[in-house]
């Protein structure tokens, strides 16, 4: 029996982005090669996390997400495939296939069979939806999040007792303003 409470919290992709799932308040963990194939897909090779590892062949990124966001024609269908393949080739993975199909004119579906050594073959579906998927592109989710506002501090001056408050962003003590 799998114990879904050992593990790293397992990473699914959702129309919003990526989610981790919850029973009972605990984290559901991954099992297998999971988090590192959607890692591994989804990572560009330009991600930040690359400049603090010094040997390329540990660095991870993958053209993938931009061949998936090509219009979708038969040459596309074969690069989403080799791209998956691609990100995929580690030893990790074992053997890895990938097939992508288009069953409605603005729908790709991409699906990874991935057989590591030793353990259980995985299954990864994708669907891309265009019209989703443009729209993630034009309004992406990383950039819906609101900074948090700067704390506020306050002085009290104890020749006059009154209480004024400033920015901590702020360097200029023109900013502080009386209550």
């Known amino acids: 029996m799998t ?3 050992q593990g790293d919290p397992l990473i699914t992709l959702g129309p919003n982005g990526s989610r981790v799932h919850y029973t009972g308040g605990q984290p559901i963990l991954d099992q297998g090669v999971e988090n590192l194939a ?19 062949d540990q660095q991870i990124g993958a053209d993938f997400v931009e061949a ?17 393949v691609r990100a995929l080739d580690s030893p990790v993975f074992g053997r890895v ?8 004119s603005d729908r790709l579906n991409v699906r990874i069979l991935i057989e590591p050594p ?11 939806n265009g019209l989703n998927w443009q729209a993630q592109a034009t309004n992406p989710a990383h ?13 009290f001056n104890s020749l006059n007792n009154k209480v004024r408050w400033f920015n901590t962003s702020d ?6 303003r009386e209550i």
């Open 3 to 5: 114990d879904i409470f």
């Open 38 to 56: 959607i890692i591994s897909l989804f990572s560009k090779p330009d991600w930040v996390g690359n400049a603090l590892i010094s040997n390329p």
């Open 171 to 176: 360097d200029e003590v023109d900013w502080w």
């Open 68 to 84: 998936a966001n090509q219009p979708i024609t038969i040459q596309s269908l074969t690069d989403v495939e080799q791209s998956a």
């Open 118 to 128: 030793g353990q259980d073959s995985a299954t990864i579906i994708l669907t891309r």
């Open 97 to 104: 296939t990938a097939t992508a199909t288009n069953p409605e």
């Open 143 to 155: 950039a819906r999040i609101v900074p948090r506002k700067q704390p506020k501090v306050a002085w």
